[in-house]
């Protein structure tokens, strides 16, 4: 038998042979990034054959957020996966889960480790986890995540380690990893800005608990997402002069806060516009993932360091950091979730949140996850974590979806993932509107009119008026009129489009 040290060398279908009917399994990767790429394709086989042979087979899959194609595309596909969390952006994966074929708890990001810890999903059977190494003595040199990886290798029963030869043993450099024990014994988390090192370039994992090697030689799958478009750079030019005049205001020092990126077109083309802005000096990122917008920023001198959980970037970026590891190794620095998307950190750092809404209400509310409140969309990520515990949450989304015939400022959303008291600021191509210090009435008024399509303005102005008053004005009858509409028609006001 081959052997890498002292684990054995094996096949991906003989890493798939431990794994059973109704197992817990967790698989390394944050985004695409990172994750286990060999042994979900040869599970997927598993559970075709299983499912030929009328045997049951399928699992319950963690994952540090979404996952590269191997999970929420073959693996759902074959009908593997039976619950999920937290977090999916697979399109077969979403239509299982809206057809209750597969069961999803949709959380906040940071607080997986911690639900994992203390068995809240009950026993890890399996962890597969992507390394560039493993030593003799345990240490895991992850790749271009870190995500849950540390908390399921100390956590699995059995582990098995895919090798992946074409990751850089280098991208371990960027590495800082911690643990945090369980509460309440935590002292303070000594980080006191993007770039503190607070921990060891690799997590651990138990020798005797490694099952096996796999070697794997899959690149990861980011695919590229689209140039900011006209939309995009709207919503940016509103927000970049915003935040101009706060700075110029004092409410945000001169050497700039740190910021934080949703994920998406949105995000990344806002991220892309934001970044080379005369208005704004250059900056520090503490985000969750790293985008192919902000390798550019970062060789700019635009973007001065970013701390994040996943390169989530397309095979030319990441030949990029690679090829020029010197200059990037001073400047990312890849943590743990619970440590780059902690509450307590994005608060001590004054952290501006910057995040995508599909839709908002008009008082502040935003859906980010569920059309019509019903179909999840992907989940609600970090983007709670981070809004949550923000010096500034933004919210942000073009005005209007499928050639006008959604709008995103609707008067109350079917489903909120972050709370009028998370939001401060919502923006859209048609403007910004600051929501600080203002009662729902005034936010209502500033959303329509500044945030809303024209198309809509009159409808929702004519909702608050006939709307019964109270602290929050709202008509229970007409409530969610543009979305049963939406549903009924394909279009929230029949017979308007853009
Ligand atoms: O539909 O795919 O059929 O074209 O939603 O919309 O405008 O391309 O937006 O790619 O920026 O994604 C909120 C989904 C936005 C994402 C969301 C339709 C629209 C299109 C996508 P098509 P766009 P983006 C931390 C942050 C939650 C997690 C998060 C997201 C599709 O940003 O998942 O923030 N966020 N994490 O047509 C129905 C509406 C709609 C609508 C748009 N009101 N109703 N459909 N669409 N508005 C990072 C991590 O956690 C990893």
Excluded at 51 to 79: C, N, Y
Aim: with cysteine; proline share 7%; net charge negative.
């Amino acid at each position: 038998m081959t052997k890498y040290g002292p684990y054995p060398v094996i096949t991906a279908k003989e890493a798939a042979s431990f794994i059973k009917d109704g197992h817990t399994v967790g698989f390394s990767g944050f985004g695409a990034a990172g994750g286990a790429k060999a042994v979900p394709y040869a599970l997927a086989d598993k559970a075709e054959s299983e499912h030929r042979k009328g045997r049951p087979f399928a699992m319950r899959v963690l994952t540090g957020a979404s996952s590269g194609l191997a999970i929420d595309e073959v693996l759902a596909q074959s009908g593997a996966i039976s619950w999920r969390a937290p977090y999916q952006t697979g399109r077969s994966l979403r239509k299982q889960i809206n057809n209750q074929d597969v069961e999803y708890v949709d959380m906040h990001l940071s607080h997986v480790p911690q639900a994992m810890l203390f068995g809240f999903f009950g026993k890890m059977d399996a962890a597969v986890v992507e390394a560039s190494e493993v030593t003799p003595d345990g240490r895991v040199y992850l790749t271009t995540s870190i995500g849950i990886s540390p908390t399921m290798l100390a956590l699995a029963d059995k582990v098995i380690i895919e090798i992946n030869t074409v990751q850089s043993p280098r991208l371990r450099e960027m590495a800082d990893i911690v643990t945090l024990p369980p509460p309440p014994h935590r002292d303070p988390i000594p980080i006191a800005h993007p770039m503190s090192r607070i921990g060891v370039p690799y997590a651990t994992v138990d020798p005797k608990k490694v099952a096996g090697v796999v070697l794997n030689s899959e690149p990861d799958t980011v695919s590229e997402f689209s140039q900011p478009n006209q939309v995009s750079r709207q919503i940016a030019g509103h927000l970049v002069e915003f935040l101009a005049s706060e700075m110029k205001a004092g409410r945000i020092p001169k050497e700039f806060l740190p910021l934080q990126a949703g994920v998406g077109n949105v995000a990344n083309g806002v991220m892309g516009v934001l970044g080379t802005h005369p208005d704004i000096p250059p900056f520090s990122m503490y985000t969750e993932v790293f985008q192919d917008s902000q390798v550019e920023l970062m060789q700019q001198g635009r973007l001065l360091g970013a701390s994040a959980t996943s390169l989530n970037i397309t095979e030319d970026a990441l030949g990029v950091i690679v090829d020029n590891m010197d200059f990037f190794a001073k400047r990312l620095i890849l943590r743990p979730q619970e440590l780059s998307n902690h509450p307590g950190i994005i608060r001590r750092l004054g952290v501006i949140a910057m995040n995508t809404a599909l839709e908002m209400d008009i008082y502040g509310n935003v859906n980010s996850s569920h059309v019509y409140g019903m179909d999840i969309m992907n989940g609600i990520g970090g983007s709670g974590d981070f809004s949550r515990n923000s010096y500034l949450a933004v919210f942000m989304t073009p005005s209007i979806a499928k050639d006008g015939r959604i709008s995103s400022v609707v008067p109350m959303c079917p489903h909120i993932d972050n709370g009028e008291h998370s939001v401060q600021v919502v923006v859209t191509e048609q403007g910004l509107a600051d929501l600080r210090g203002l009662g729902p009435l005034l936010r209502a008024k500033k959303i329509i009119e500044n945030c809303a399509h024209p198309m809509y303005r009159d409808y929702l102005f004519r909702y608050i008026e006939n709307s019964r008053a109270g602290h929050i004005p709202h008509d229970l009858n007409k409530c969610f009129e543009l979305h049963r509409n939406l549903m009924e028609t394909g279009s929230m006001l029949p017979g308007l489009s853009a």
